[in-house]
């Protein structure tokens, strides 16, 4: 192969792929967070809510676990402002990546919330709790540290599927590749680069993530 | 200017999900041939070929399908041949694939108890039979629901190939968005056709997880 | 010569030695249950016999063969000792017949029309011939555990090992397992068996052997043993027991 890697744009443009990866840390902590935030109330709603509100719920969990993820992004950026709803390129990233976030993880919680036992629920009755607030106080916790793994993962998924927020001009790590490769023809070096990144950025968070689940989960779960 | 019924926009997109079909089955097939390799190599005796796969799935399911998409369009154009969309998109899909589902597979081959290897173990058999009568047979009753979810994931996975300039489903959305002016109609009916695929795959997935659930409950 | 024949063995889980040194020799023909509480390593013992643990230390001799961890000397081994667990361990995916053919068929590489025979002699033997098309689960407790001993005696083994059998069935099946393997018994099959059923034991066994904290504690004929326990672990082990 004739082929010459060639690495020397990184001085030049390092402070690119450094927005980038700050874009994309920004976009992951907001959608998490609003994301379980969201599946917290889907499962909480699926599994214990008023009857009423499921069929929405059901309908919502359904559509955005069977299309792409793509597809959504360029649904609320392209077709919402047809609407008249306007959104900045991030702004559209972000809610794209709370509304897929929180389907998947309203699944993964409420096999959390379904797993808890009989008991729990009937102990909290016994003692005067409402429903909602056995669930607040005495089931989400536990349950949460039941599937903690599997959202764990799921943020880990979201996370790298941020990638195409760039095809919106967002400017992630991938945009960055894109710009950088479109200056200095260096396109496979760019995208080899920020895959590292990527990598990097997923070990990181998975870390992170147990690392979470240590503090908010100090004690076994009731099995 | 040219007006576009409804008629005309879904009949676009609808010949381009063919693309998205097929792309899905190769894929689908492709990776789960070299998925199977992988798991031969992931539950086999030899360490380096545990540790081979170990680094295998942590690249693919660590970094974004999108990269890997660039990574092989790019790559495979280092070799200075000149690589159509299709050639890339199939590649990076069945690597990606793969990687999920030896994962996937190998969870299944530790589900089966482990009484299973040694009552077949003190019957005298070697480990080759233990695995083709005994555990594998298990293995895949409980790997076909998973397997058929993850289905979904290679269908929605094809979307990205649009990146990199194949033409499918989403890509035939751009196309007519820019030519339509209206794409809240175009991404809804995209988003559609692919609940259409979609949907039916984590249907029966659920299903036939549940009849499994109800056929272990029995034993 | 004895059959089977254990010396000096010792076994460690990690930094826990479950065996101190055994040594018991089992002749050919005799009925042997090994008593005790849980922890004395008695299930380990059985285990280690099949090669489903490997020793660290002593050997253990069958027929003249010795336990070796290799894949040619365990088959060789395993041809000989049969062993039936508490789970059962029924392969679900096949039918009771099709459980006792296939190690034949594999392993032996018998023809299936002889494996066949076999199987339904076998089941037969077990009381349940009109079963051989019955998946493990549309049989109770109690038959699986009889088709698990059907299995392990289509590969006519010299020896059974029985690790506690009957513990995970339910009180009314205990009694048709016990039969079978009463008559096996009378048939002057060799077994090793790990039980808490004390009567049985004490009807049918040669000799009982008691293990406590890793070592054969007391050793003898069931009529010695229950008794006239000579030391005091073994009186308070029987004390203990509800049914003696």
Known sequence: MTYRFDY??????????????????????????????????CAWTRSLGPRWLRPPVVAYVELIRNTPFLIQLFFIFFGLPSLGVQMTEFQAAVLAMVINLGAYSGEIIRAGIEATPRGQFEAGASLAMTRFETFRHVVLIPALQRIWPALSSQIVIVMLGSAVVSQIAAEDITFAANFIQSRTFRAFESYFLTTGLYLLLALALRQALRGVGKMLFPRRAAR | MMTFTLWDIL???????RWTVVLSLVSFIGGGLLGMALLYLRIGKARAGRMFVLGYVELFQGTPLLMQLFLAFFGLGLFGIDVPAWLAAGLALILWTAAFLV???????????????????????????????????????????????????????????????????????????????????????????????????????????????????NH | MSLIAITEVKKRFGDVEVLKGINLDVERGEVVAIIGKSGSGKSTLLRCVNGLEMIDDGSIMVAGAQLINDDLHLKAL???????FQQFNLFPHLSAGRNVMLSQMVVKKTPAGEAEAMARRMLERVGLGHKFDAYPDQ???????????????????????????????????????????????????????????????????????????????????????????????????????LVV
């Open chain 1, 8 to 41: 020397s744009w990184i001085a030049e443009y390092w402070p690119v792929v450094l927005k980038g990866l700050v874009t994309t840390v920004e976009l992951t902590l907001i959608g998490t967070l609003f994301g379980v935030a969201l599946g917290i109330a």
């Open chain 2, 11 to 17: 009949r676009n997109l609808l010949l381009a999900a």
């Open chain 2, 103 to 217: 994962e996937i597979w190998r969870g299944c081959v530790e589900s089966v108890a482990r009484g299973q290897w040694e009552a077949s173990a003190s019957l005298g058999m070697g480990y080759v039979q233990q695995m083709r009568y005994v555990i594998l047979p298990q293995a895949v009753r409980v790997a076909v629901p998973p397997t058929v979810g993850f289905s979904v994931q290679v269908v929605k996975g094809t979307a990205l190939t649009s990146i990199i300039g194949f033409v499918e489903l989403s890509k035939a959305g751009t196309v007519v968005t820019n030519a339509t002016f209206e794409p809240f109609t175009v991404y809804g009916l995209v988003a559609l056709i692919y609940f259409a695929l979609c949907w039916p795959l984590s249907k029966s997935s659920q299903i036939l997880e549940r009849k499994l659930n109800v056929a272990h409950r």
């Open chain 3, 78 to 84: 395993r041809l000989k000792v049969g062993m039936i």
């Open chain 3, 139 to 241: 049989l109770s407790g109690g038959q699986q555990q009889r088709v698990a001993i059907a299995r392990a005696l289509s590969m006519q083994p010299m020896a059974l090992l029985c690790d506690e059998i009957t513990s995970a069935l339910d009180p009314e099946l205990v009694n048709e397992v016990l039969a079978v393997v009463k008559e096996l018994a009378a048939d002057g099959m060799t077994l090793m068996m790990v039980t808490h059923e004390m009567r049985f034991a004490r009807e049918v066994c040669d000799r009982v052997v008691f293990m406590h904290q890793g070592r054969v504690h007391e050793i003898g004929p069931p009529e010695e043993v229950f008794g006239n326990p000579r030391t005091p672990e073994l009186r308070q082990f029987l004390g203990a027991q």
